[in-house]
């Protein structure tokens, strides 16, 4: 079974600026590109999301399965990735890490992160880990942005991985992610953070079959560099997993000089 972390090395677990794995050659080239090939045709589902400028989009694949809209190889792929198997292949080559950055967790769950239970998201129930899989497109670019500034996940998500797809065709710069530190004491706008706040210690290339998993955590700092007007779609898998209640407390770090326009517009976040 193809699974996102089966062709890791001990070369892609990275310490800085915080616990993660990049990987550059995520899947074997054969089974990746009949994934890049028969990506979702979101474009042509939804028409009217061209309209947008660089606006990030997510499509659950468990709909797209349902809807017998993907290929046997989508299909399969992403029926793995609902699984407890593949949490469990994530607890095995991570959880040592989750472990030292979360180190009240298990106590608080009361078992040990091998043992929780586990479902797709929004299944109801009382799973204790709730999974999802997404294809994701930004729109096309009229004017020079970014979909995304420096942030952390959602205090729910226990991590968090992006599986780049970009198109052959695909020439424009930008659309990369930056993994930032903060360069004093923490200071967030919700989940967002400050541009002068941070300093950008790490810089993971949009490029095909690139994968990037993140331990979320509050010091856990990404963000999605600018990208130039194009009329190509950046594009990506996203697989997270994530618990029934936070796993940290921002409230101590929030900016509270921050115009509360700001606070609402990363609140959806």
């Known amino acids: 079974m193809v699974s996102l972390v089966g062709n890791i ?6 310490a800085e600026p915080f616990p993660h794995v990049c990987s550059t050659a995520a899947l074997r080239p054969g089974h990746y590109r009949k994934l890049a090939e028969t990506f979702p045709d979101v474009v042509a589902a939804c028409p009217e999301l061209m309209t947008k400028n660089n606006s990030g989009e997510a499509f659950s694949a468990l709909e797209a399965r349902e809807g017998g809209f993907l ?3 989508w299909r399969e792929f992403i029926d793995y990735h609902y699984s407890r198997a593949f949490y469990l292949d994530v607890i095995r080559l991570l959880g040592d890490q989750m472990r030292k950055v ?3 967790l298990e106590a608080q769950l009361g078992k040990p992160l091998e043992s929780l239970t586990v479902a797709p998201r929004p299944t109801p129930g009382n799973a204790d880990v709730l999974v999802e899989c997404q294809f ?3 729109t096309p670019v009229r004017e020079v942005s970014r979909v995304r500034g420096v942030h952390v996940d959602s205090p729910k998500k226990l991590f968090n991985a992006l599986l780049y797809m970009r198109l052959d065709e695909d020439d424009v710069a930008g659309g990369d992610l930056d993994l ?7 200071r967030f706008q919700q989940v967002s953070v400050p541009d002068e706040a941070v300093e950008i210690v790490d810089h993971v290339p949009y490029r095909a079959n690139t994968l990037i998993l993140i331990i979320n955590s509050p010091f856990a700092l990404h963000g999605v560099t600018p990208r130039r007007p194009t009329h190509h779609i950046r594009r990506y898998f996203n697989f997270l997993a994530e618990l029934r209640q936070p796993i940290f407390d921002l409230a101590p770090y929030q900016d509270r000089q921050t115009p509360w326009a700001l606070m609402a517009g990363a609140a959806k976040y």
């Open 136 to 138: 994701c497109i930004n």
């Open 71 to 73: 290929s046997p190889a």
């Open 180 to 186: 930032c530190r903060f360069r004093d004491k923490p």
């Open 102 to 104: 979360h180190p009240h």
């Open 9 to 14: 090395k001990d070369g892609d677990i990275r």
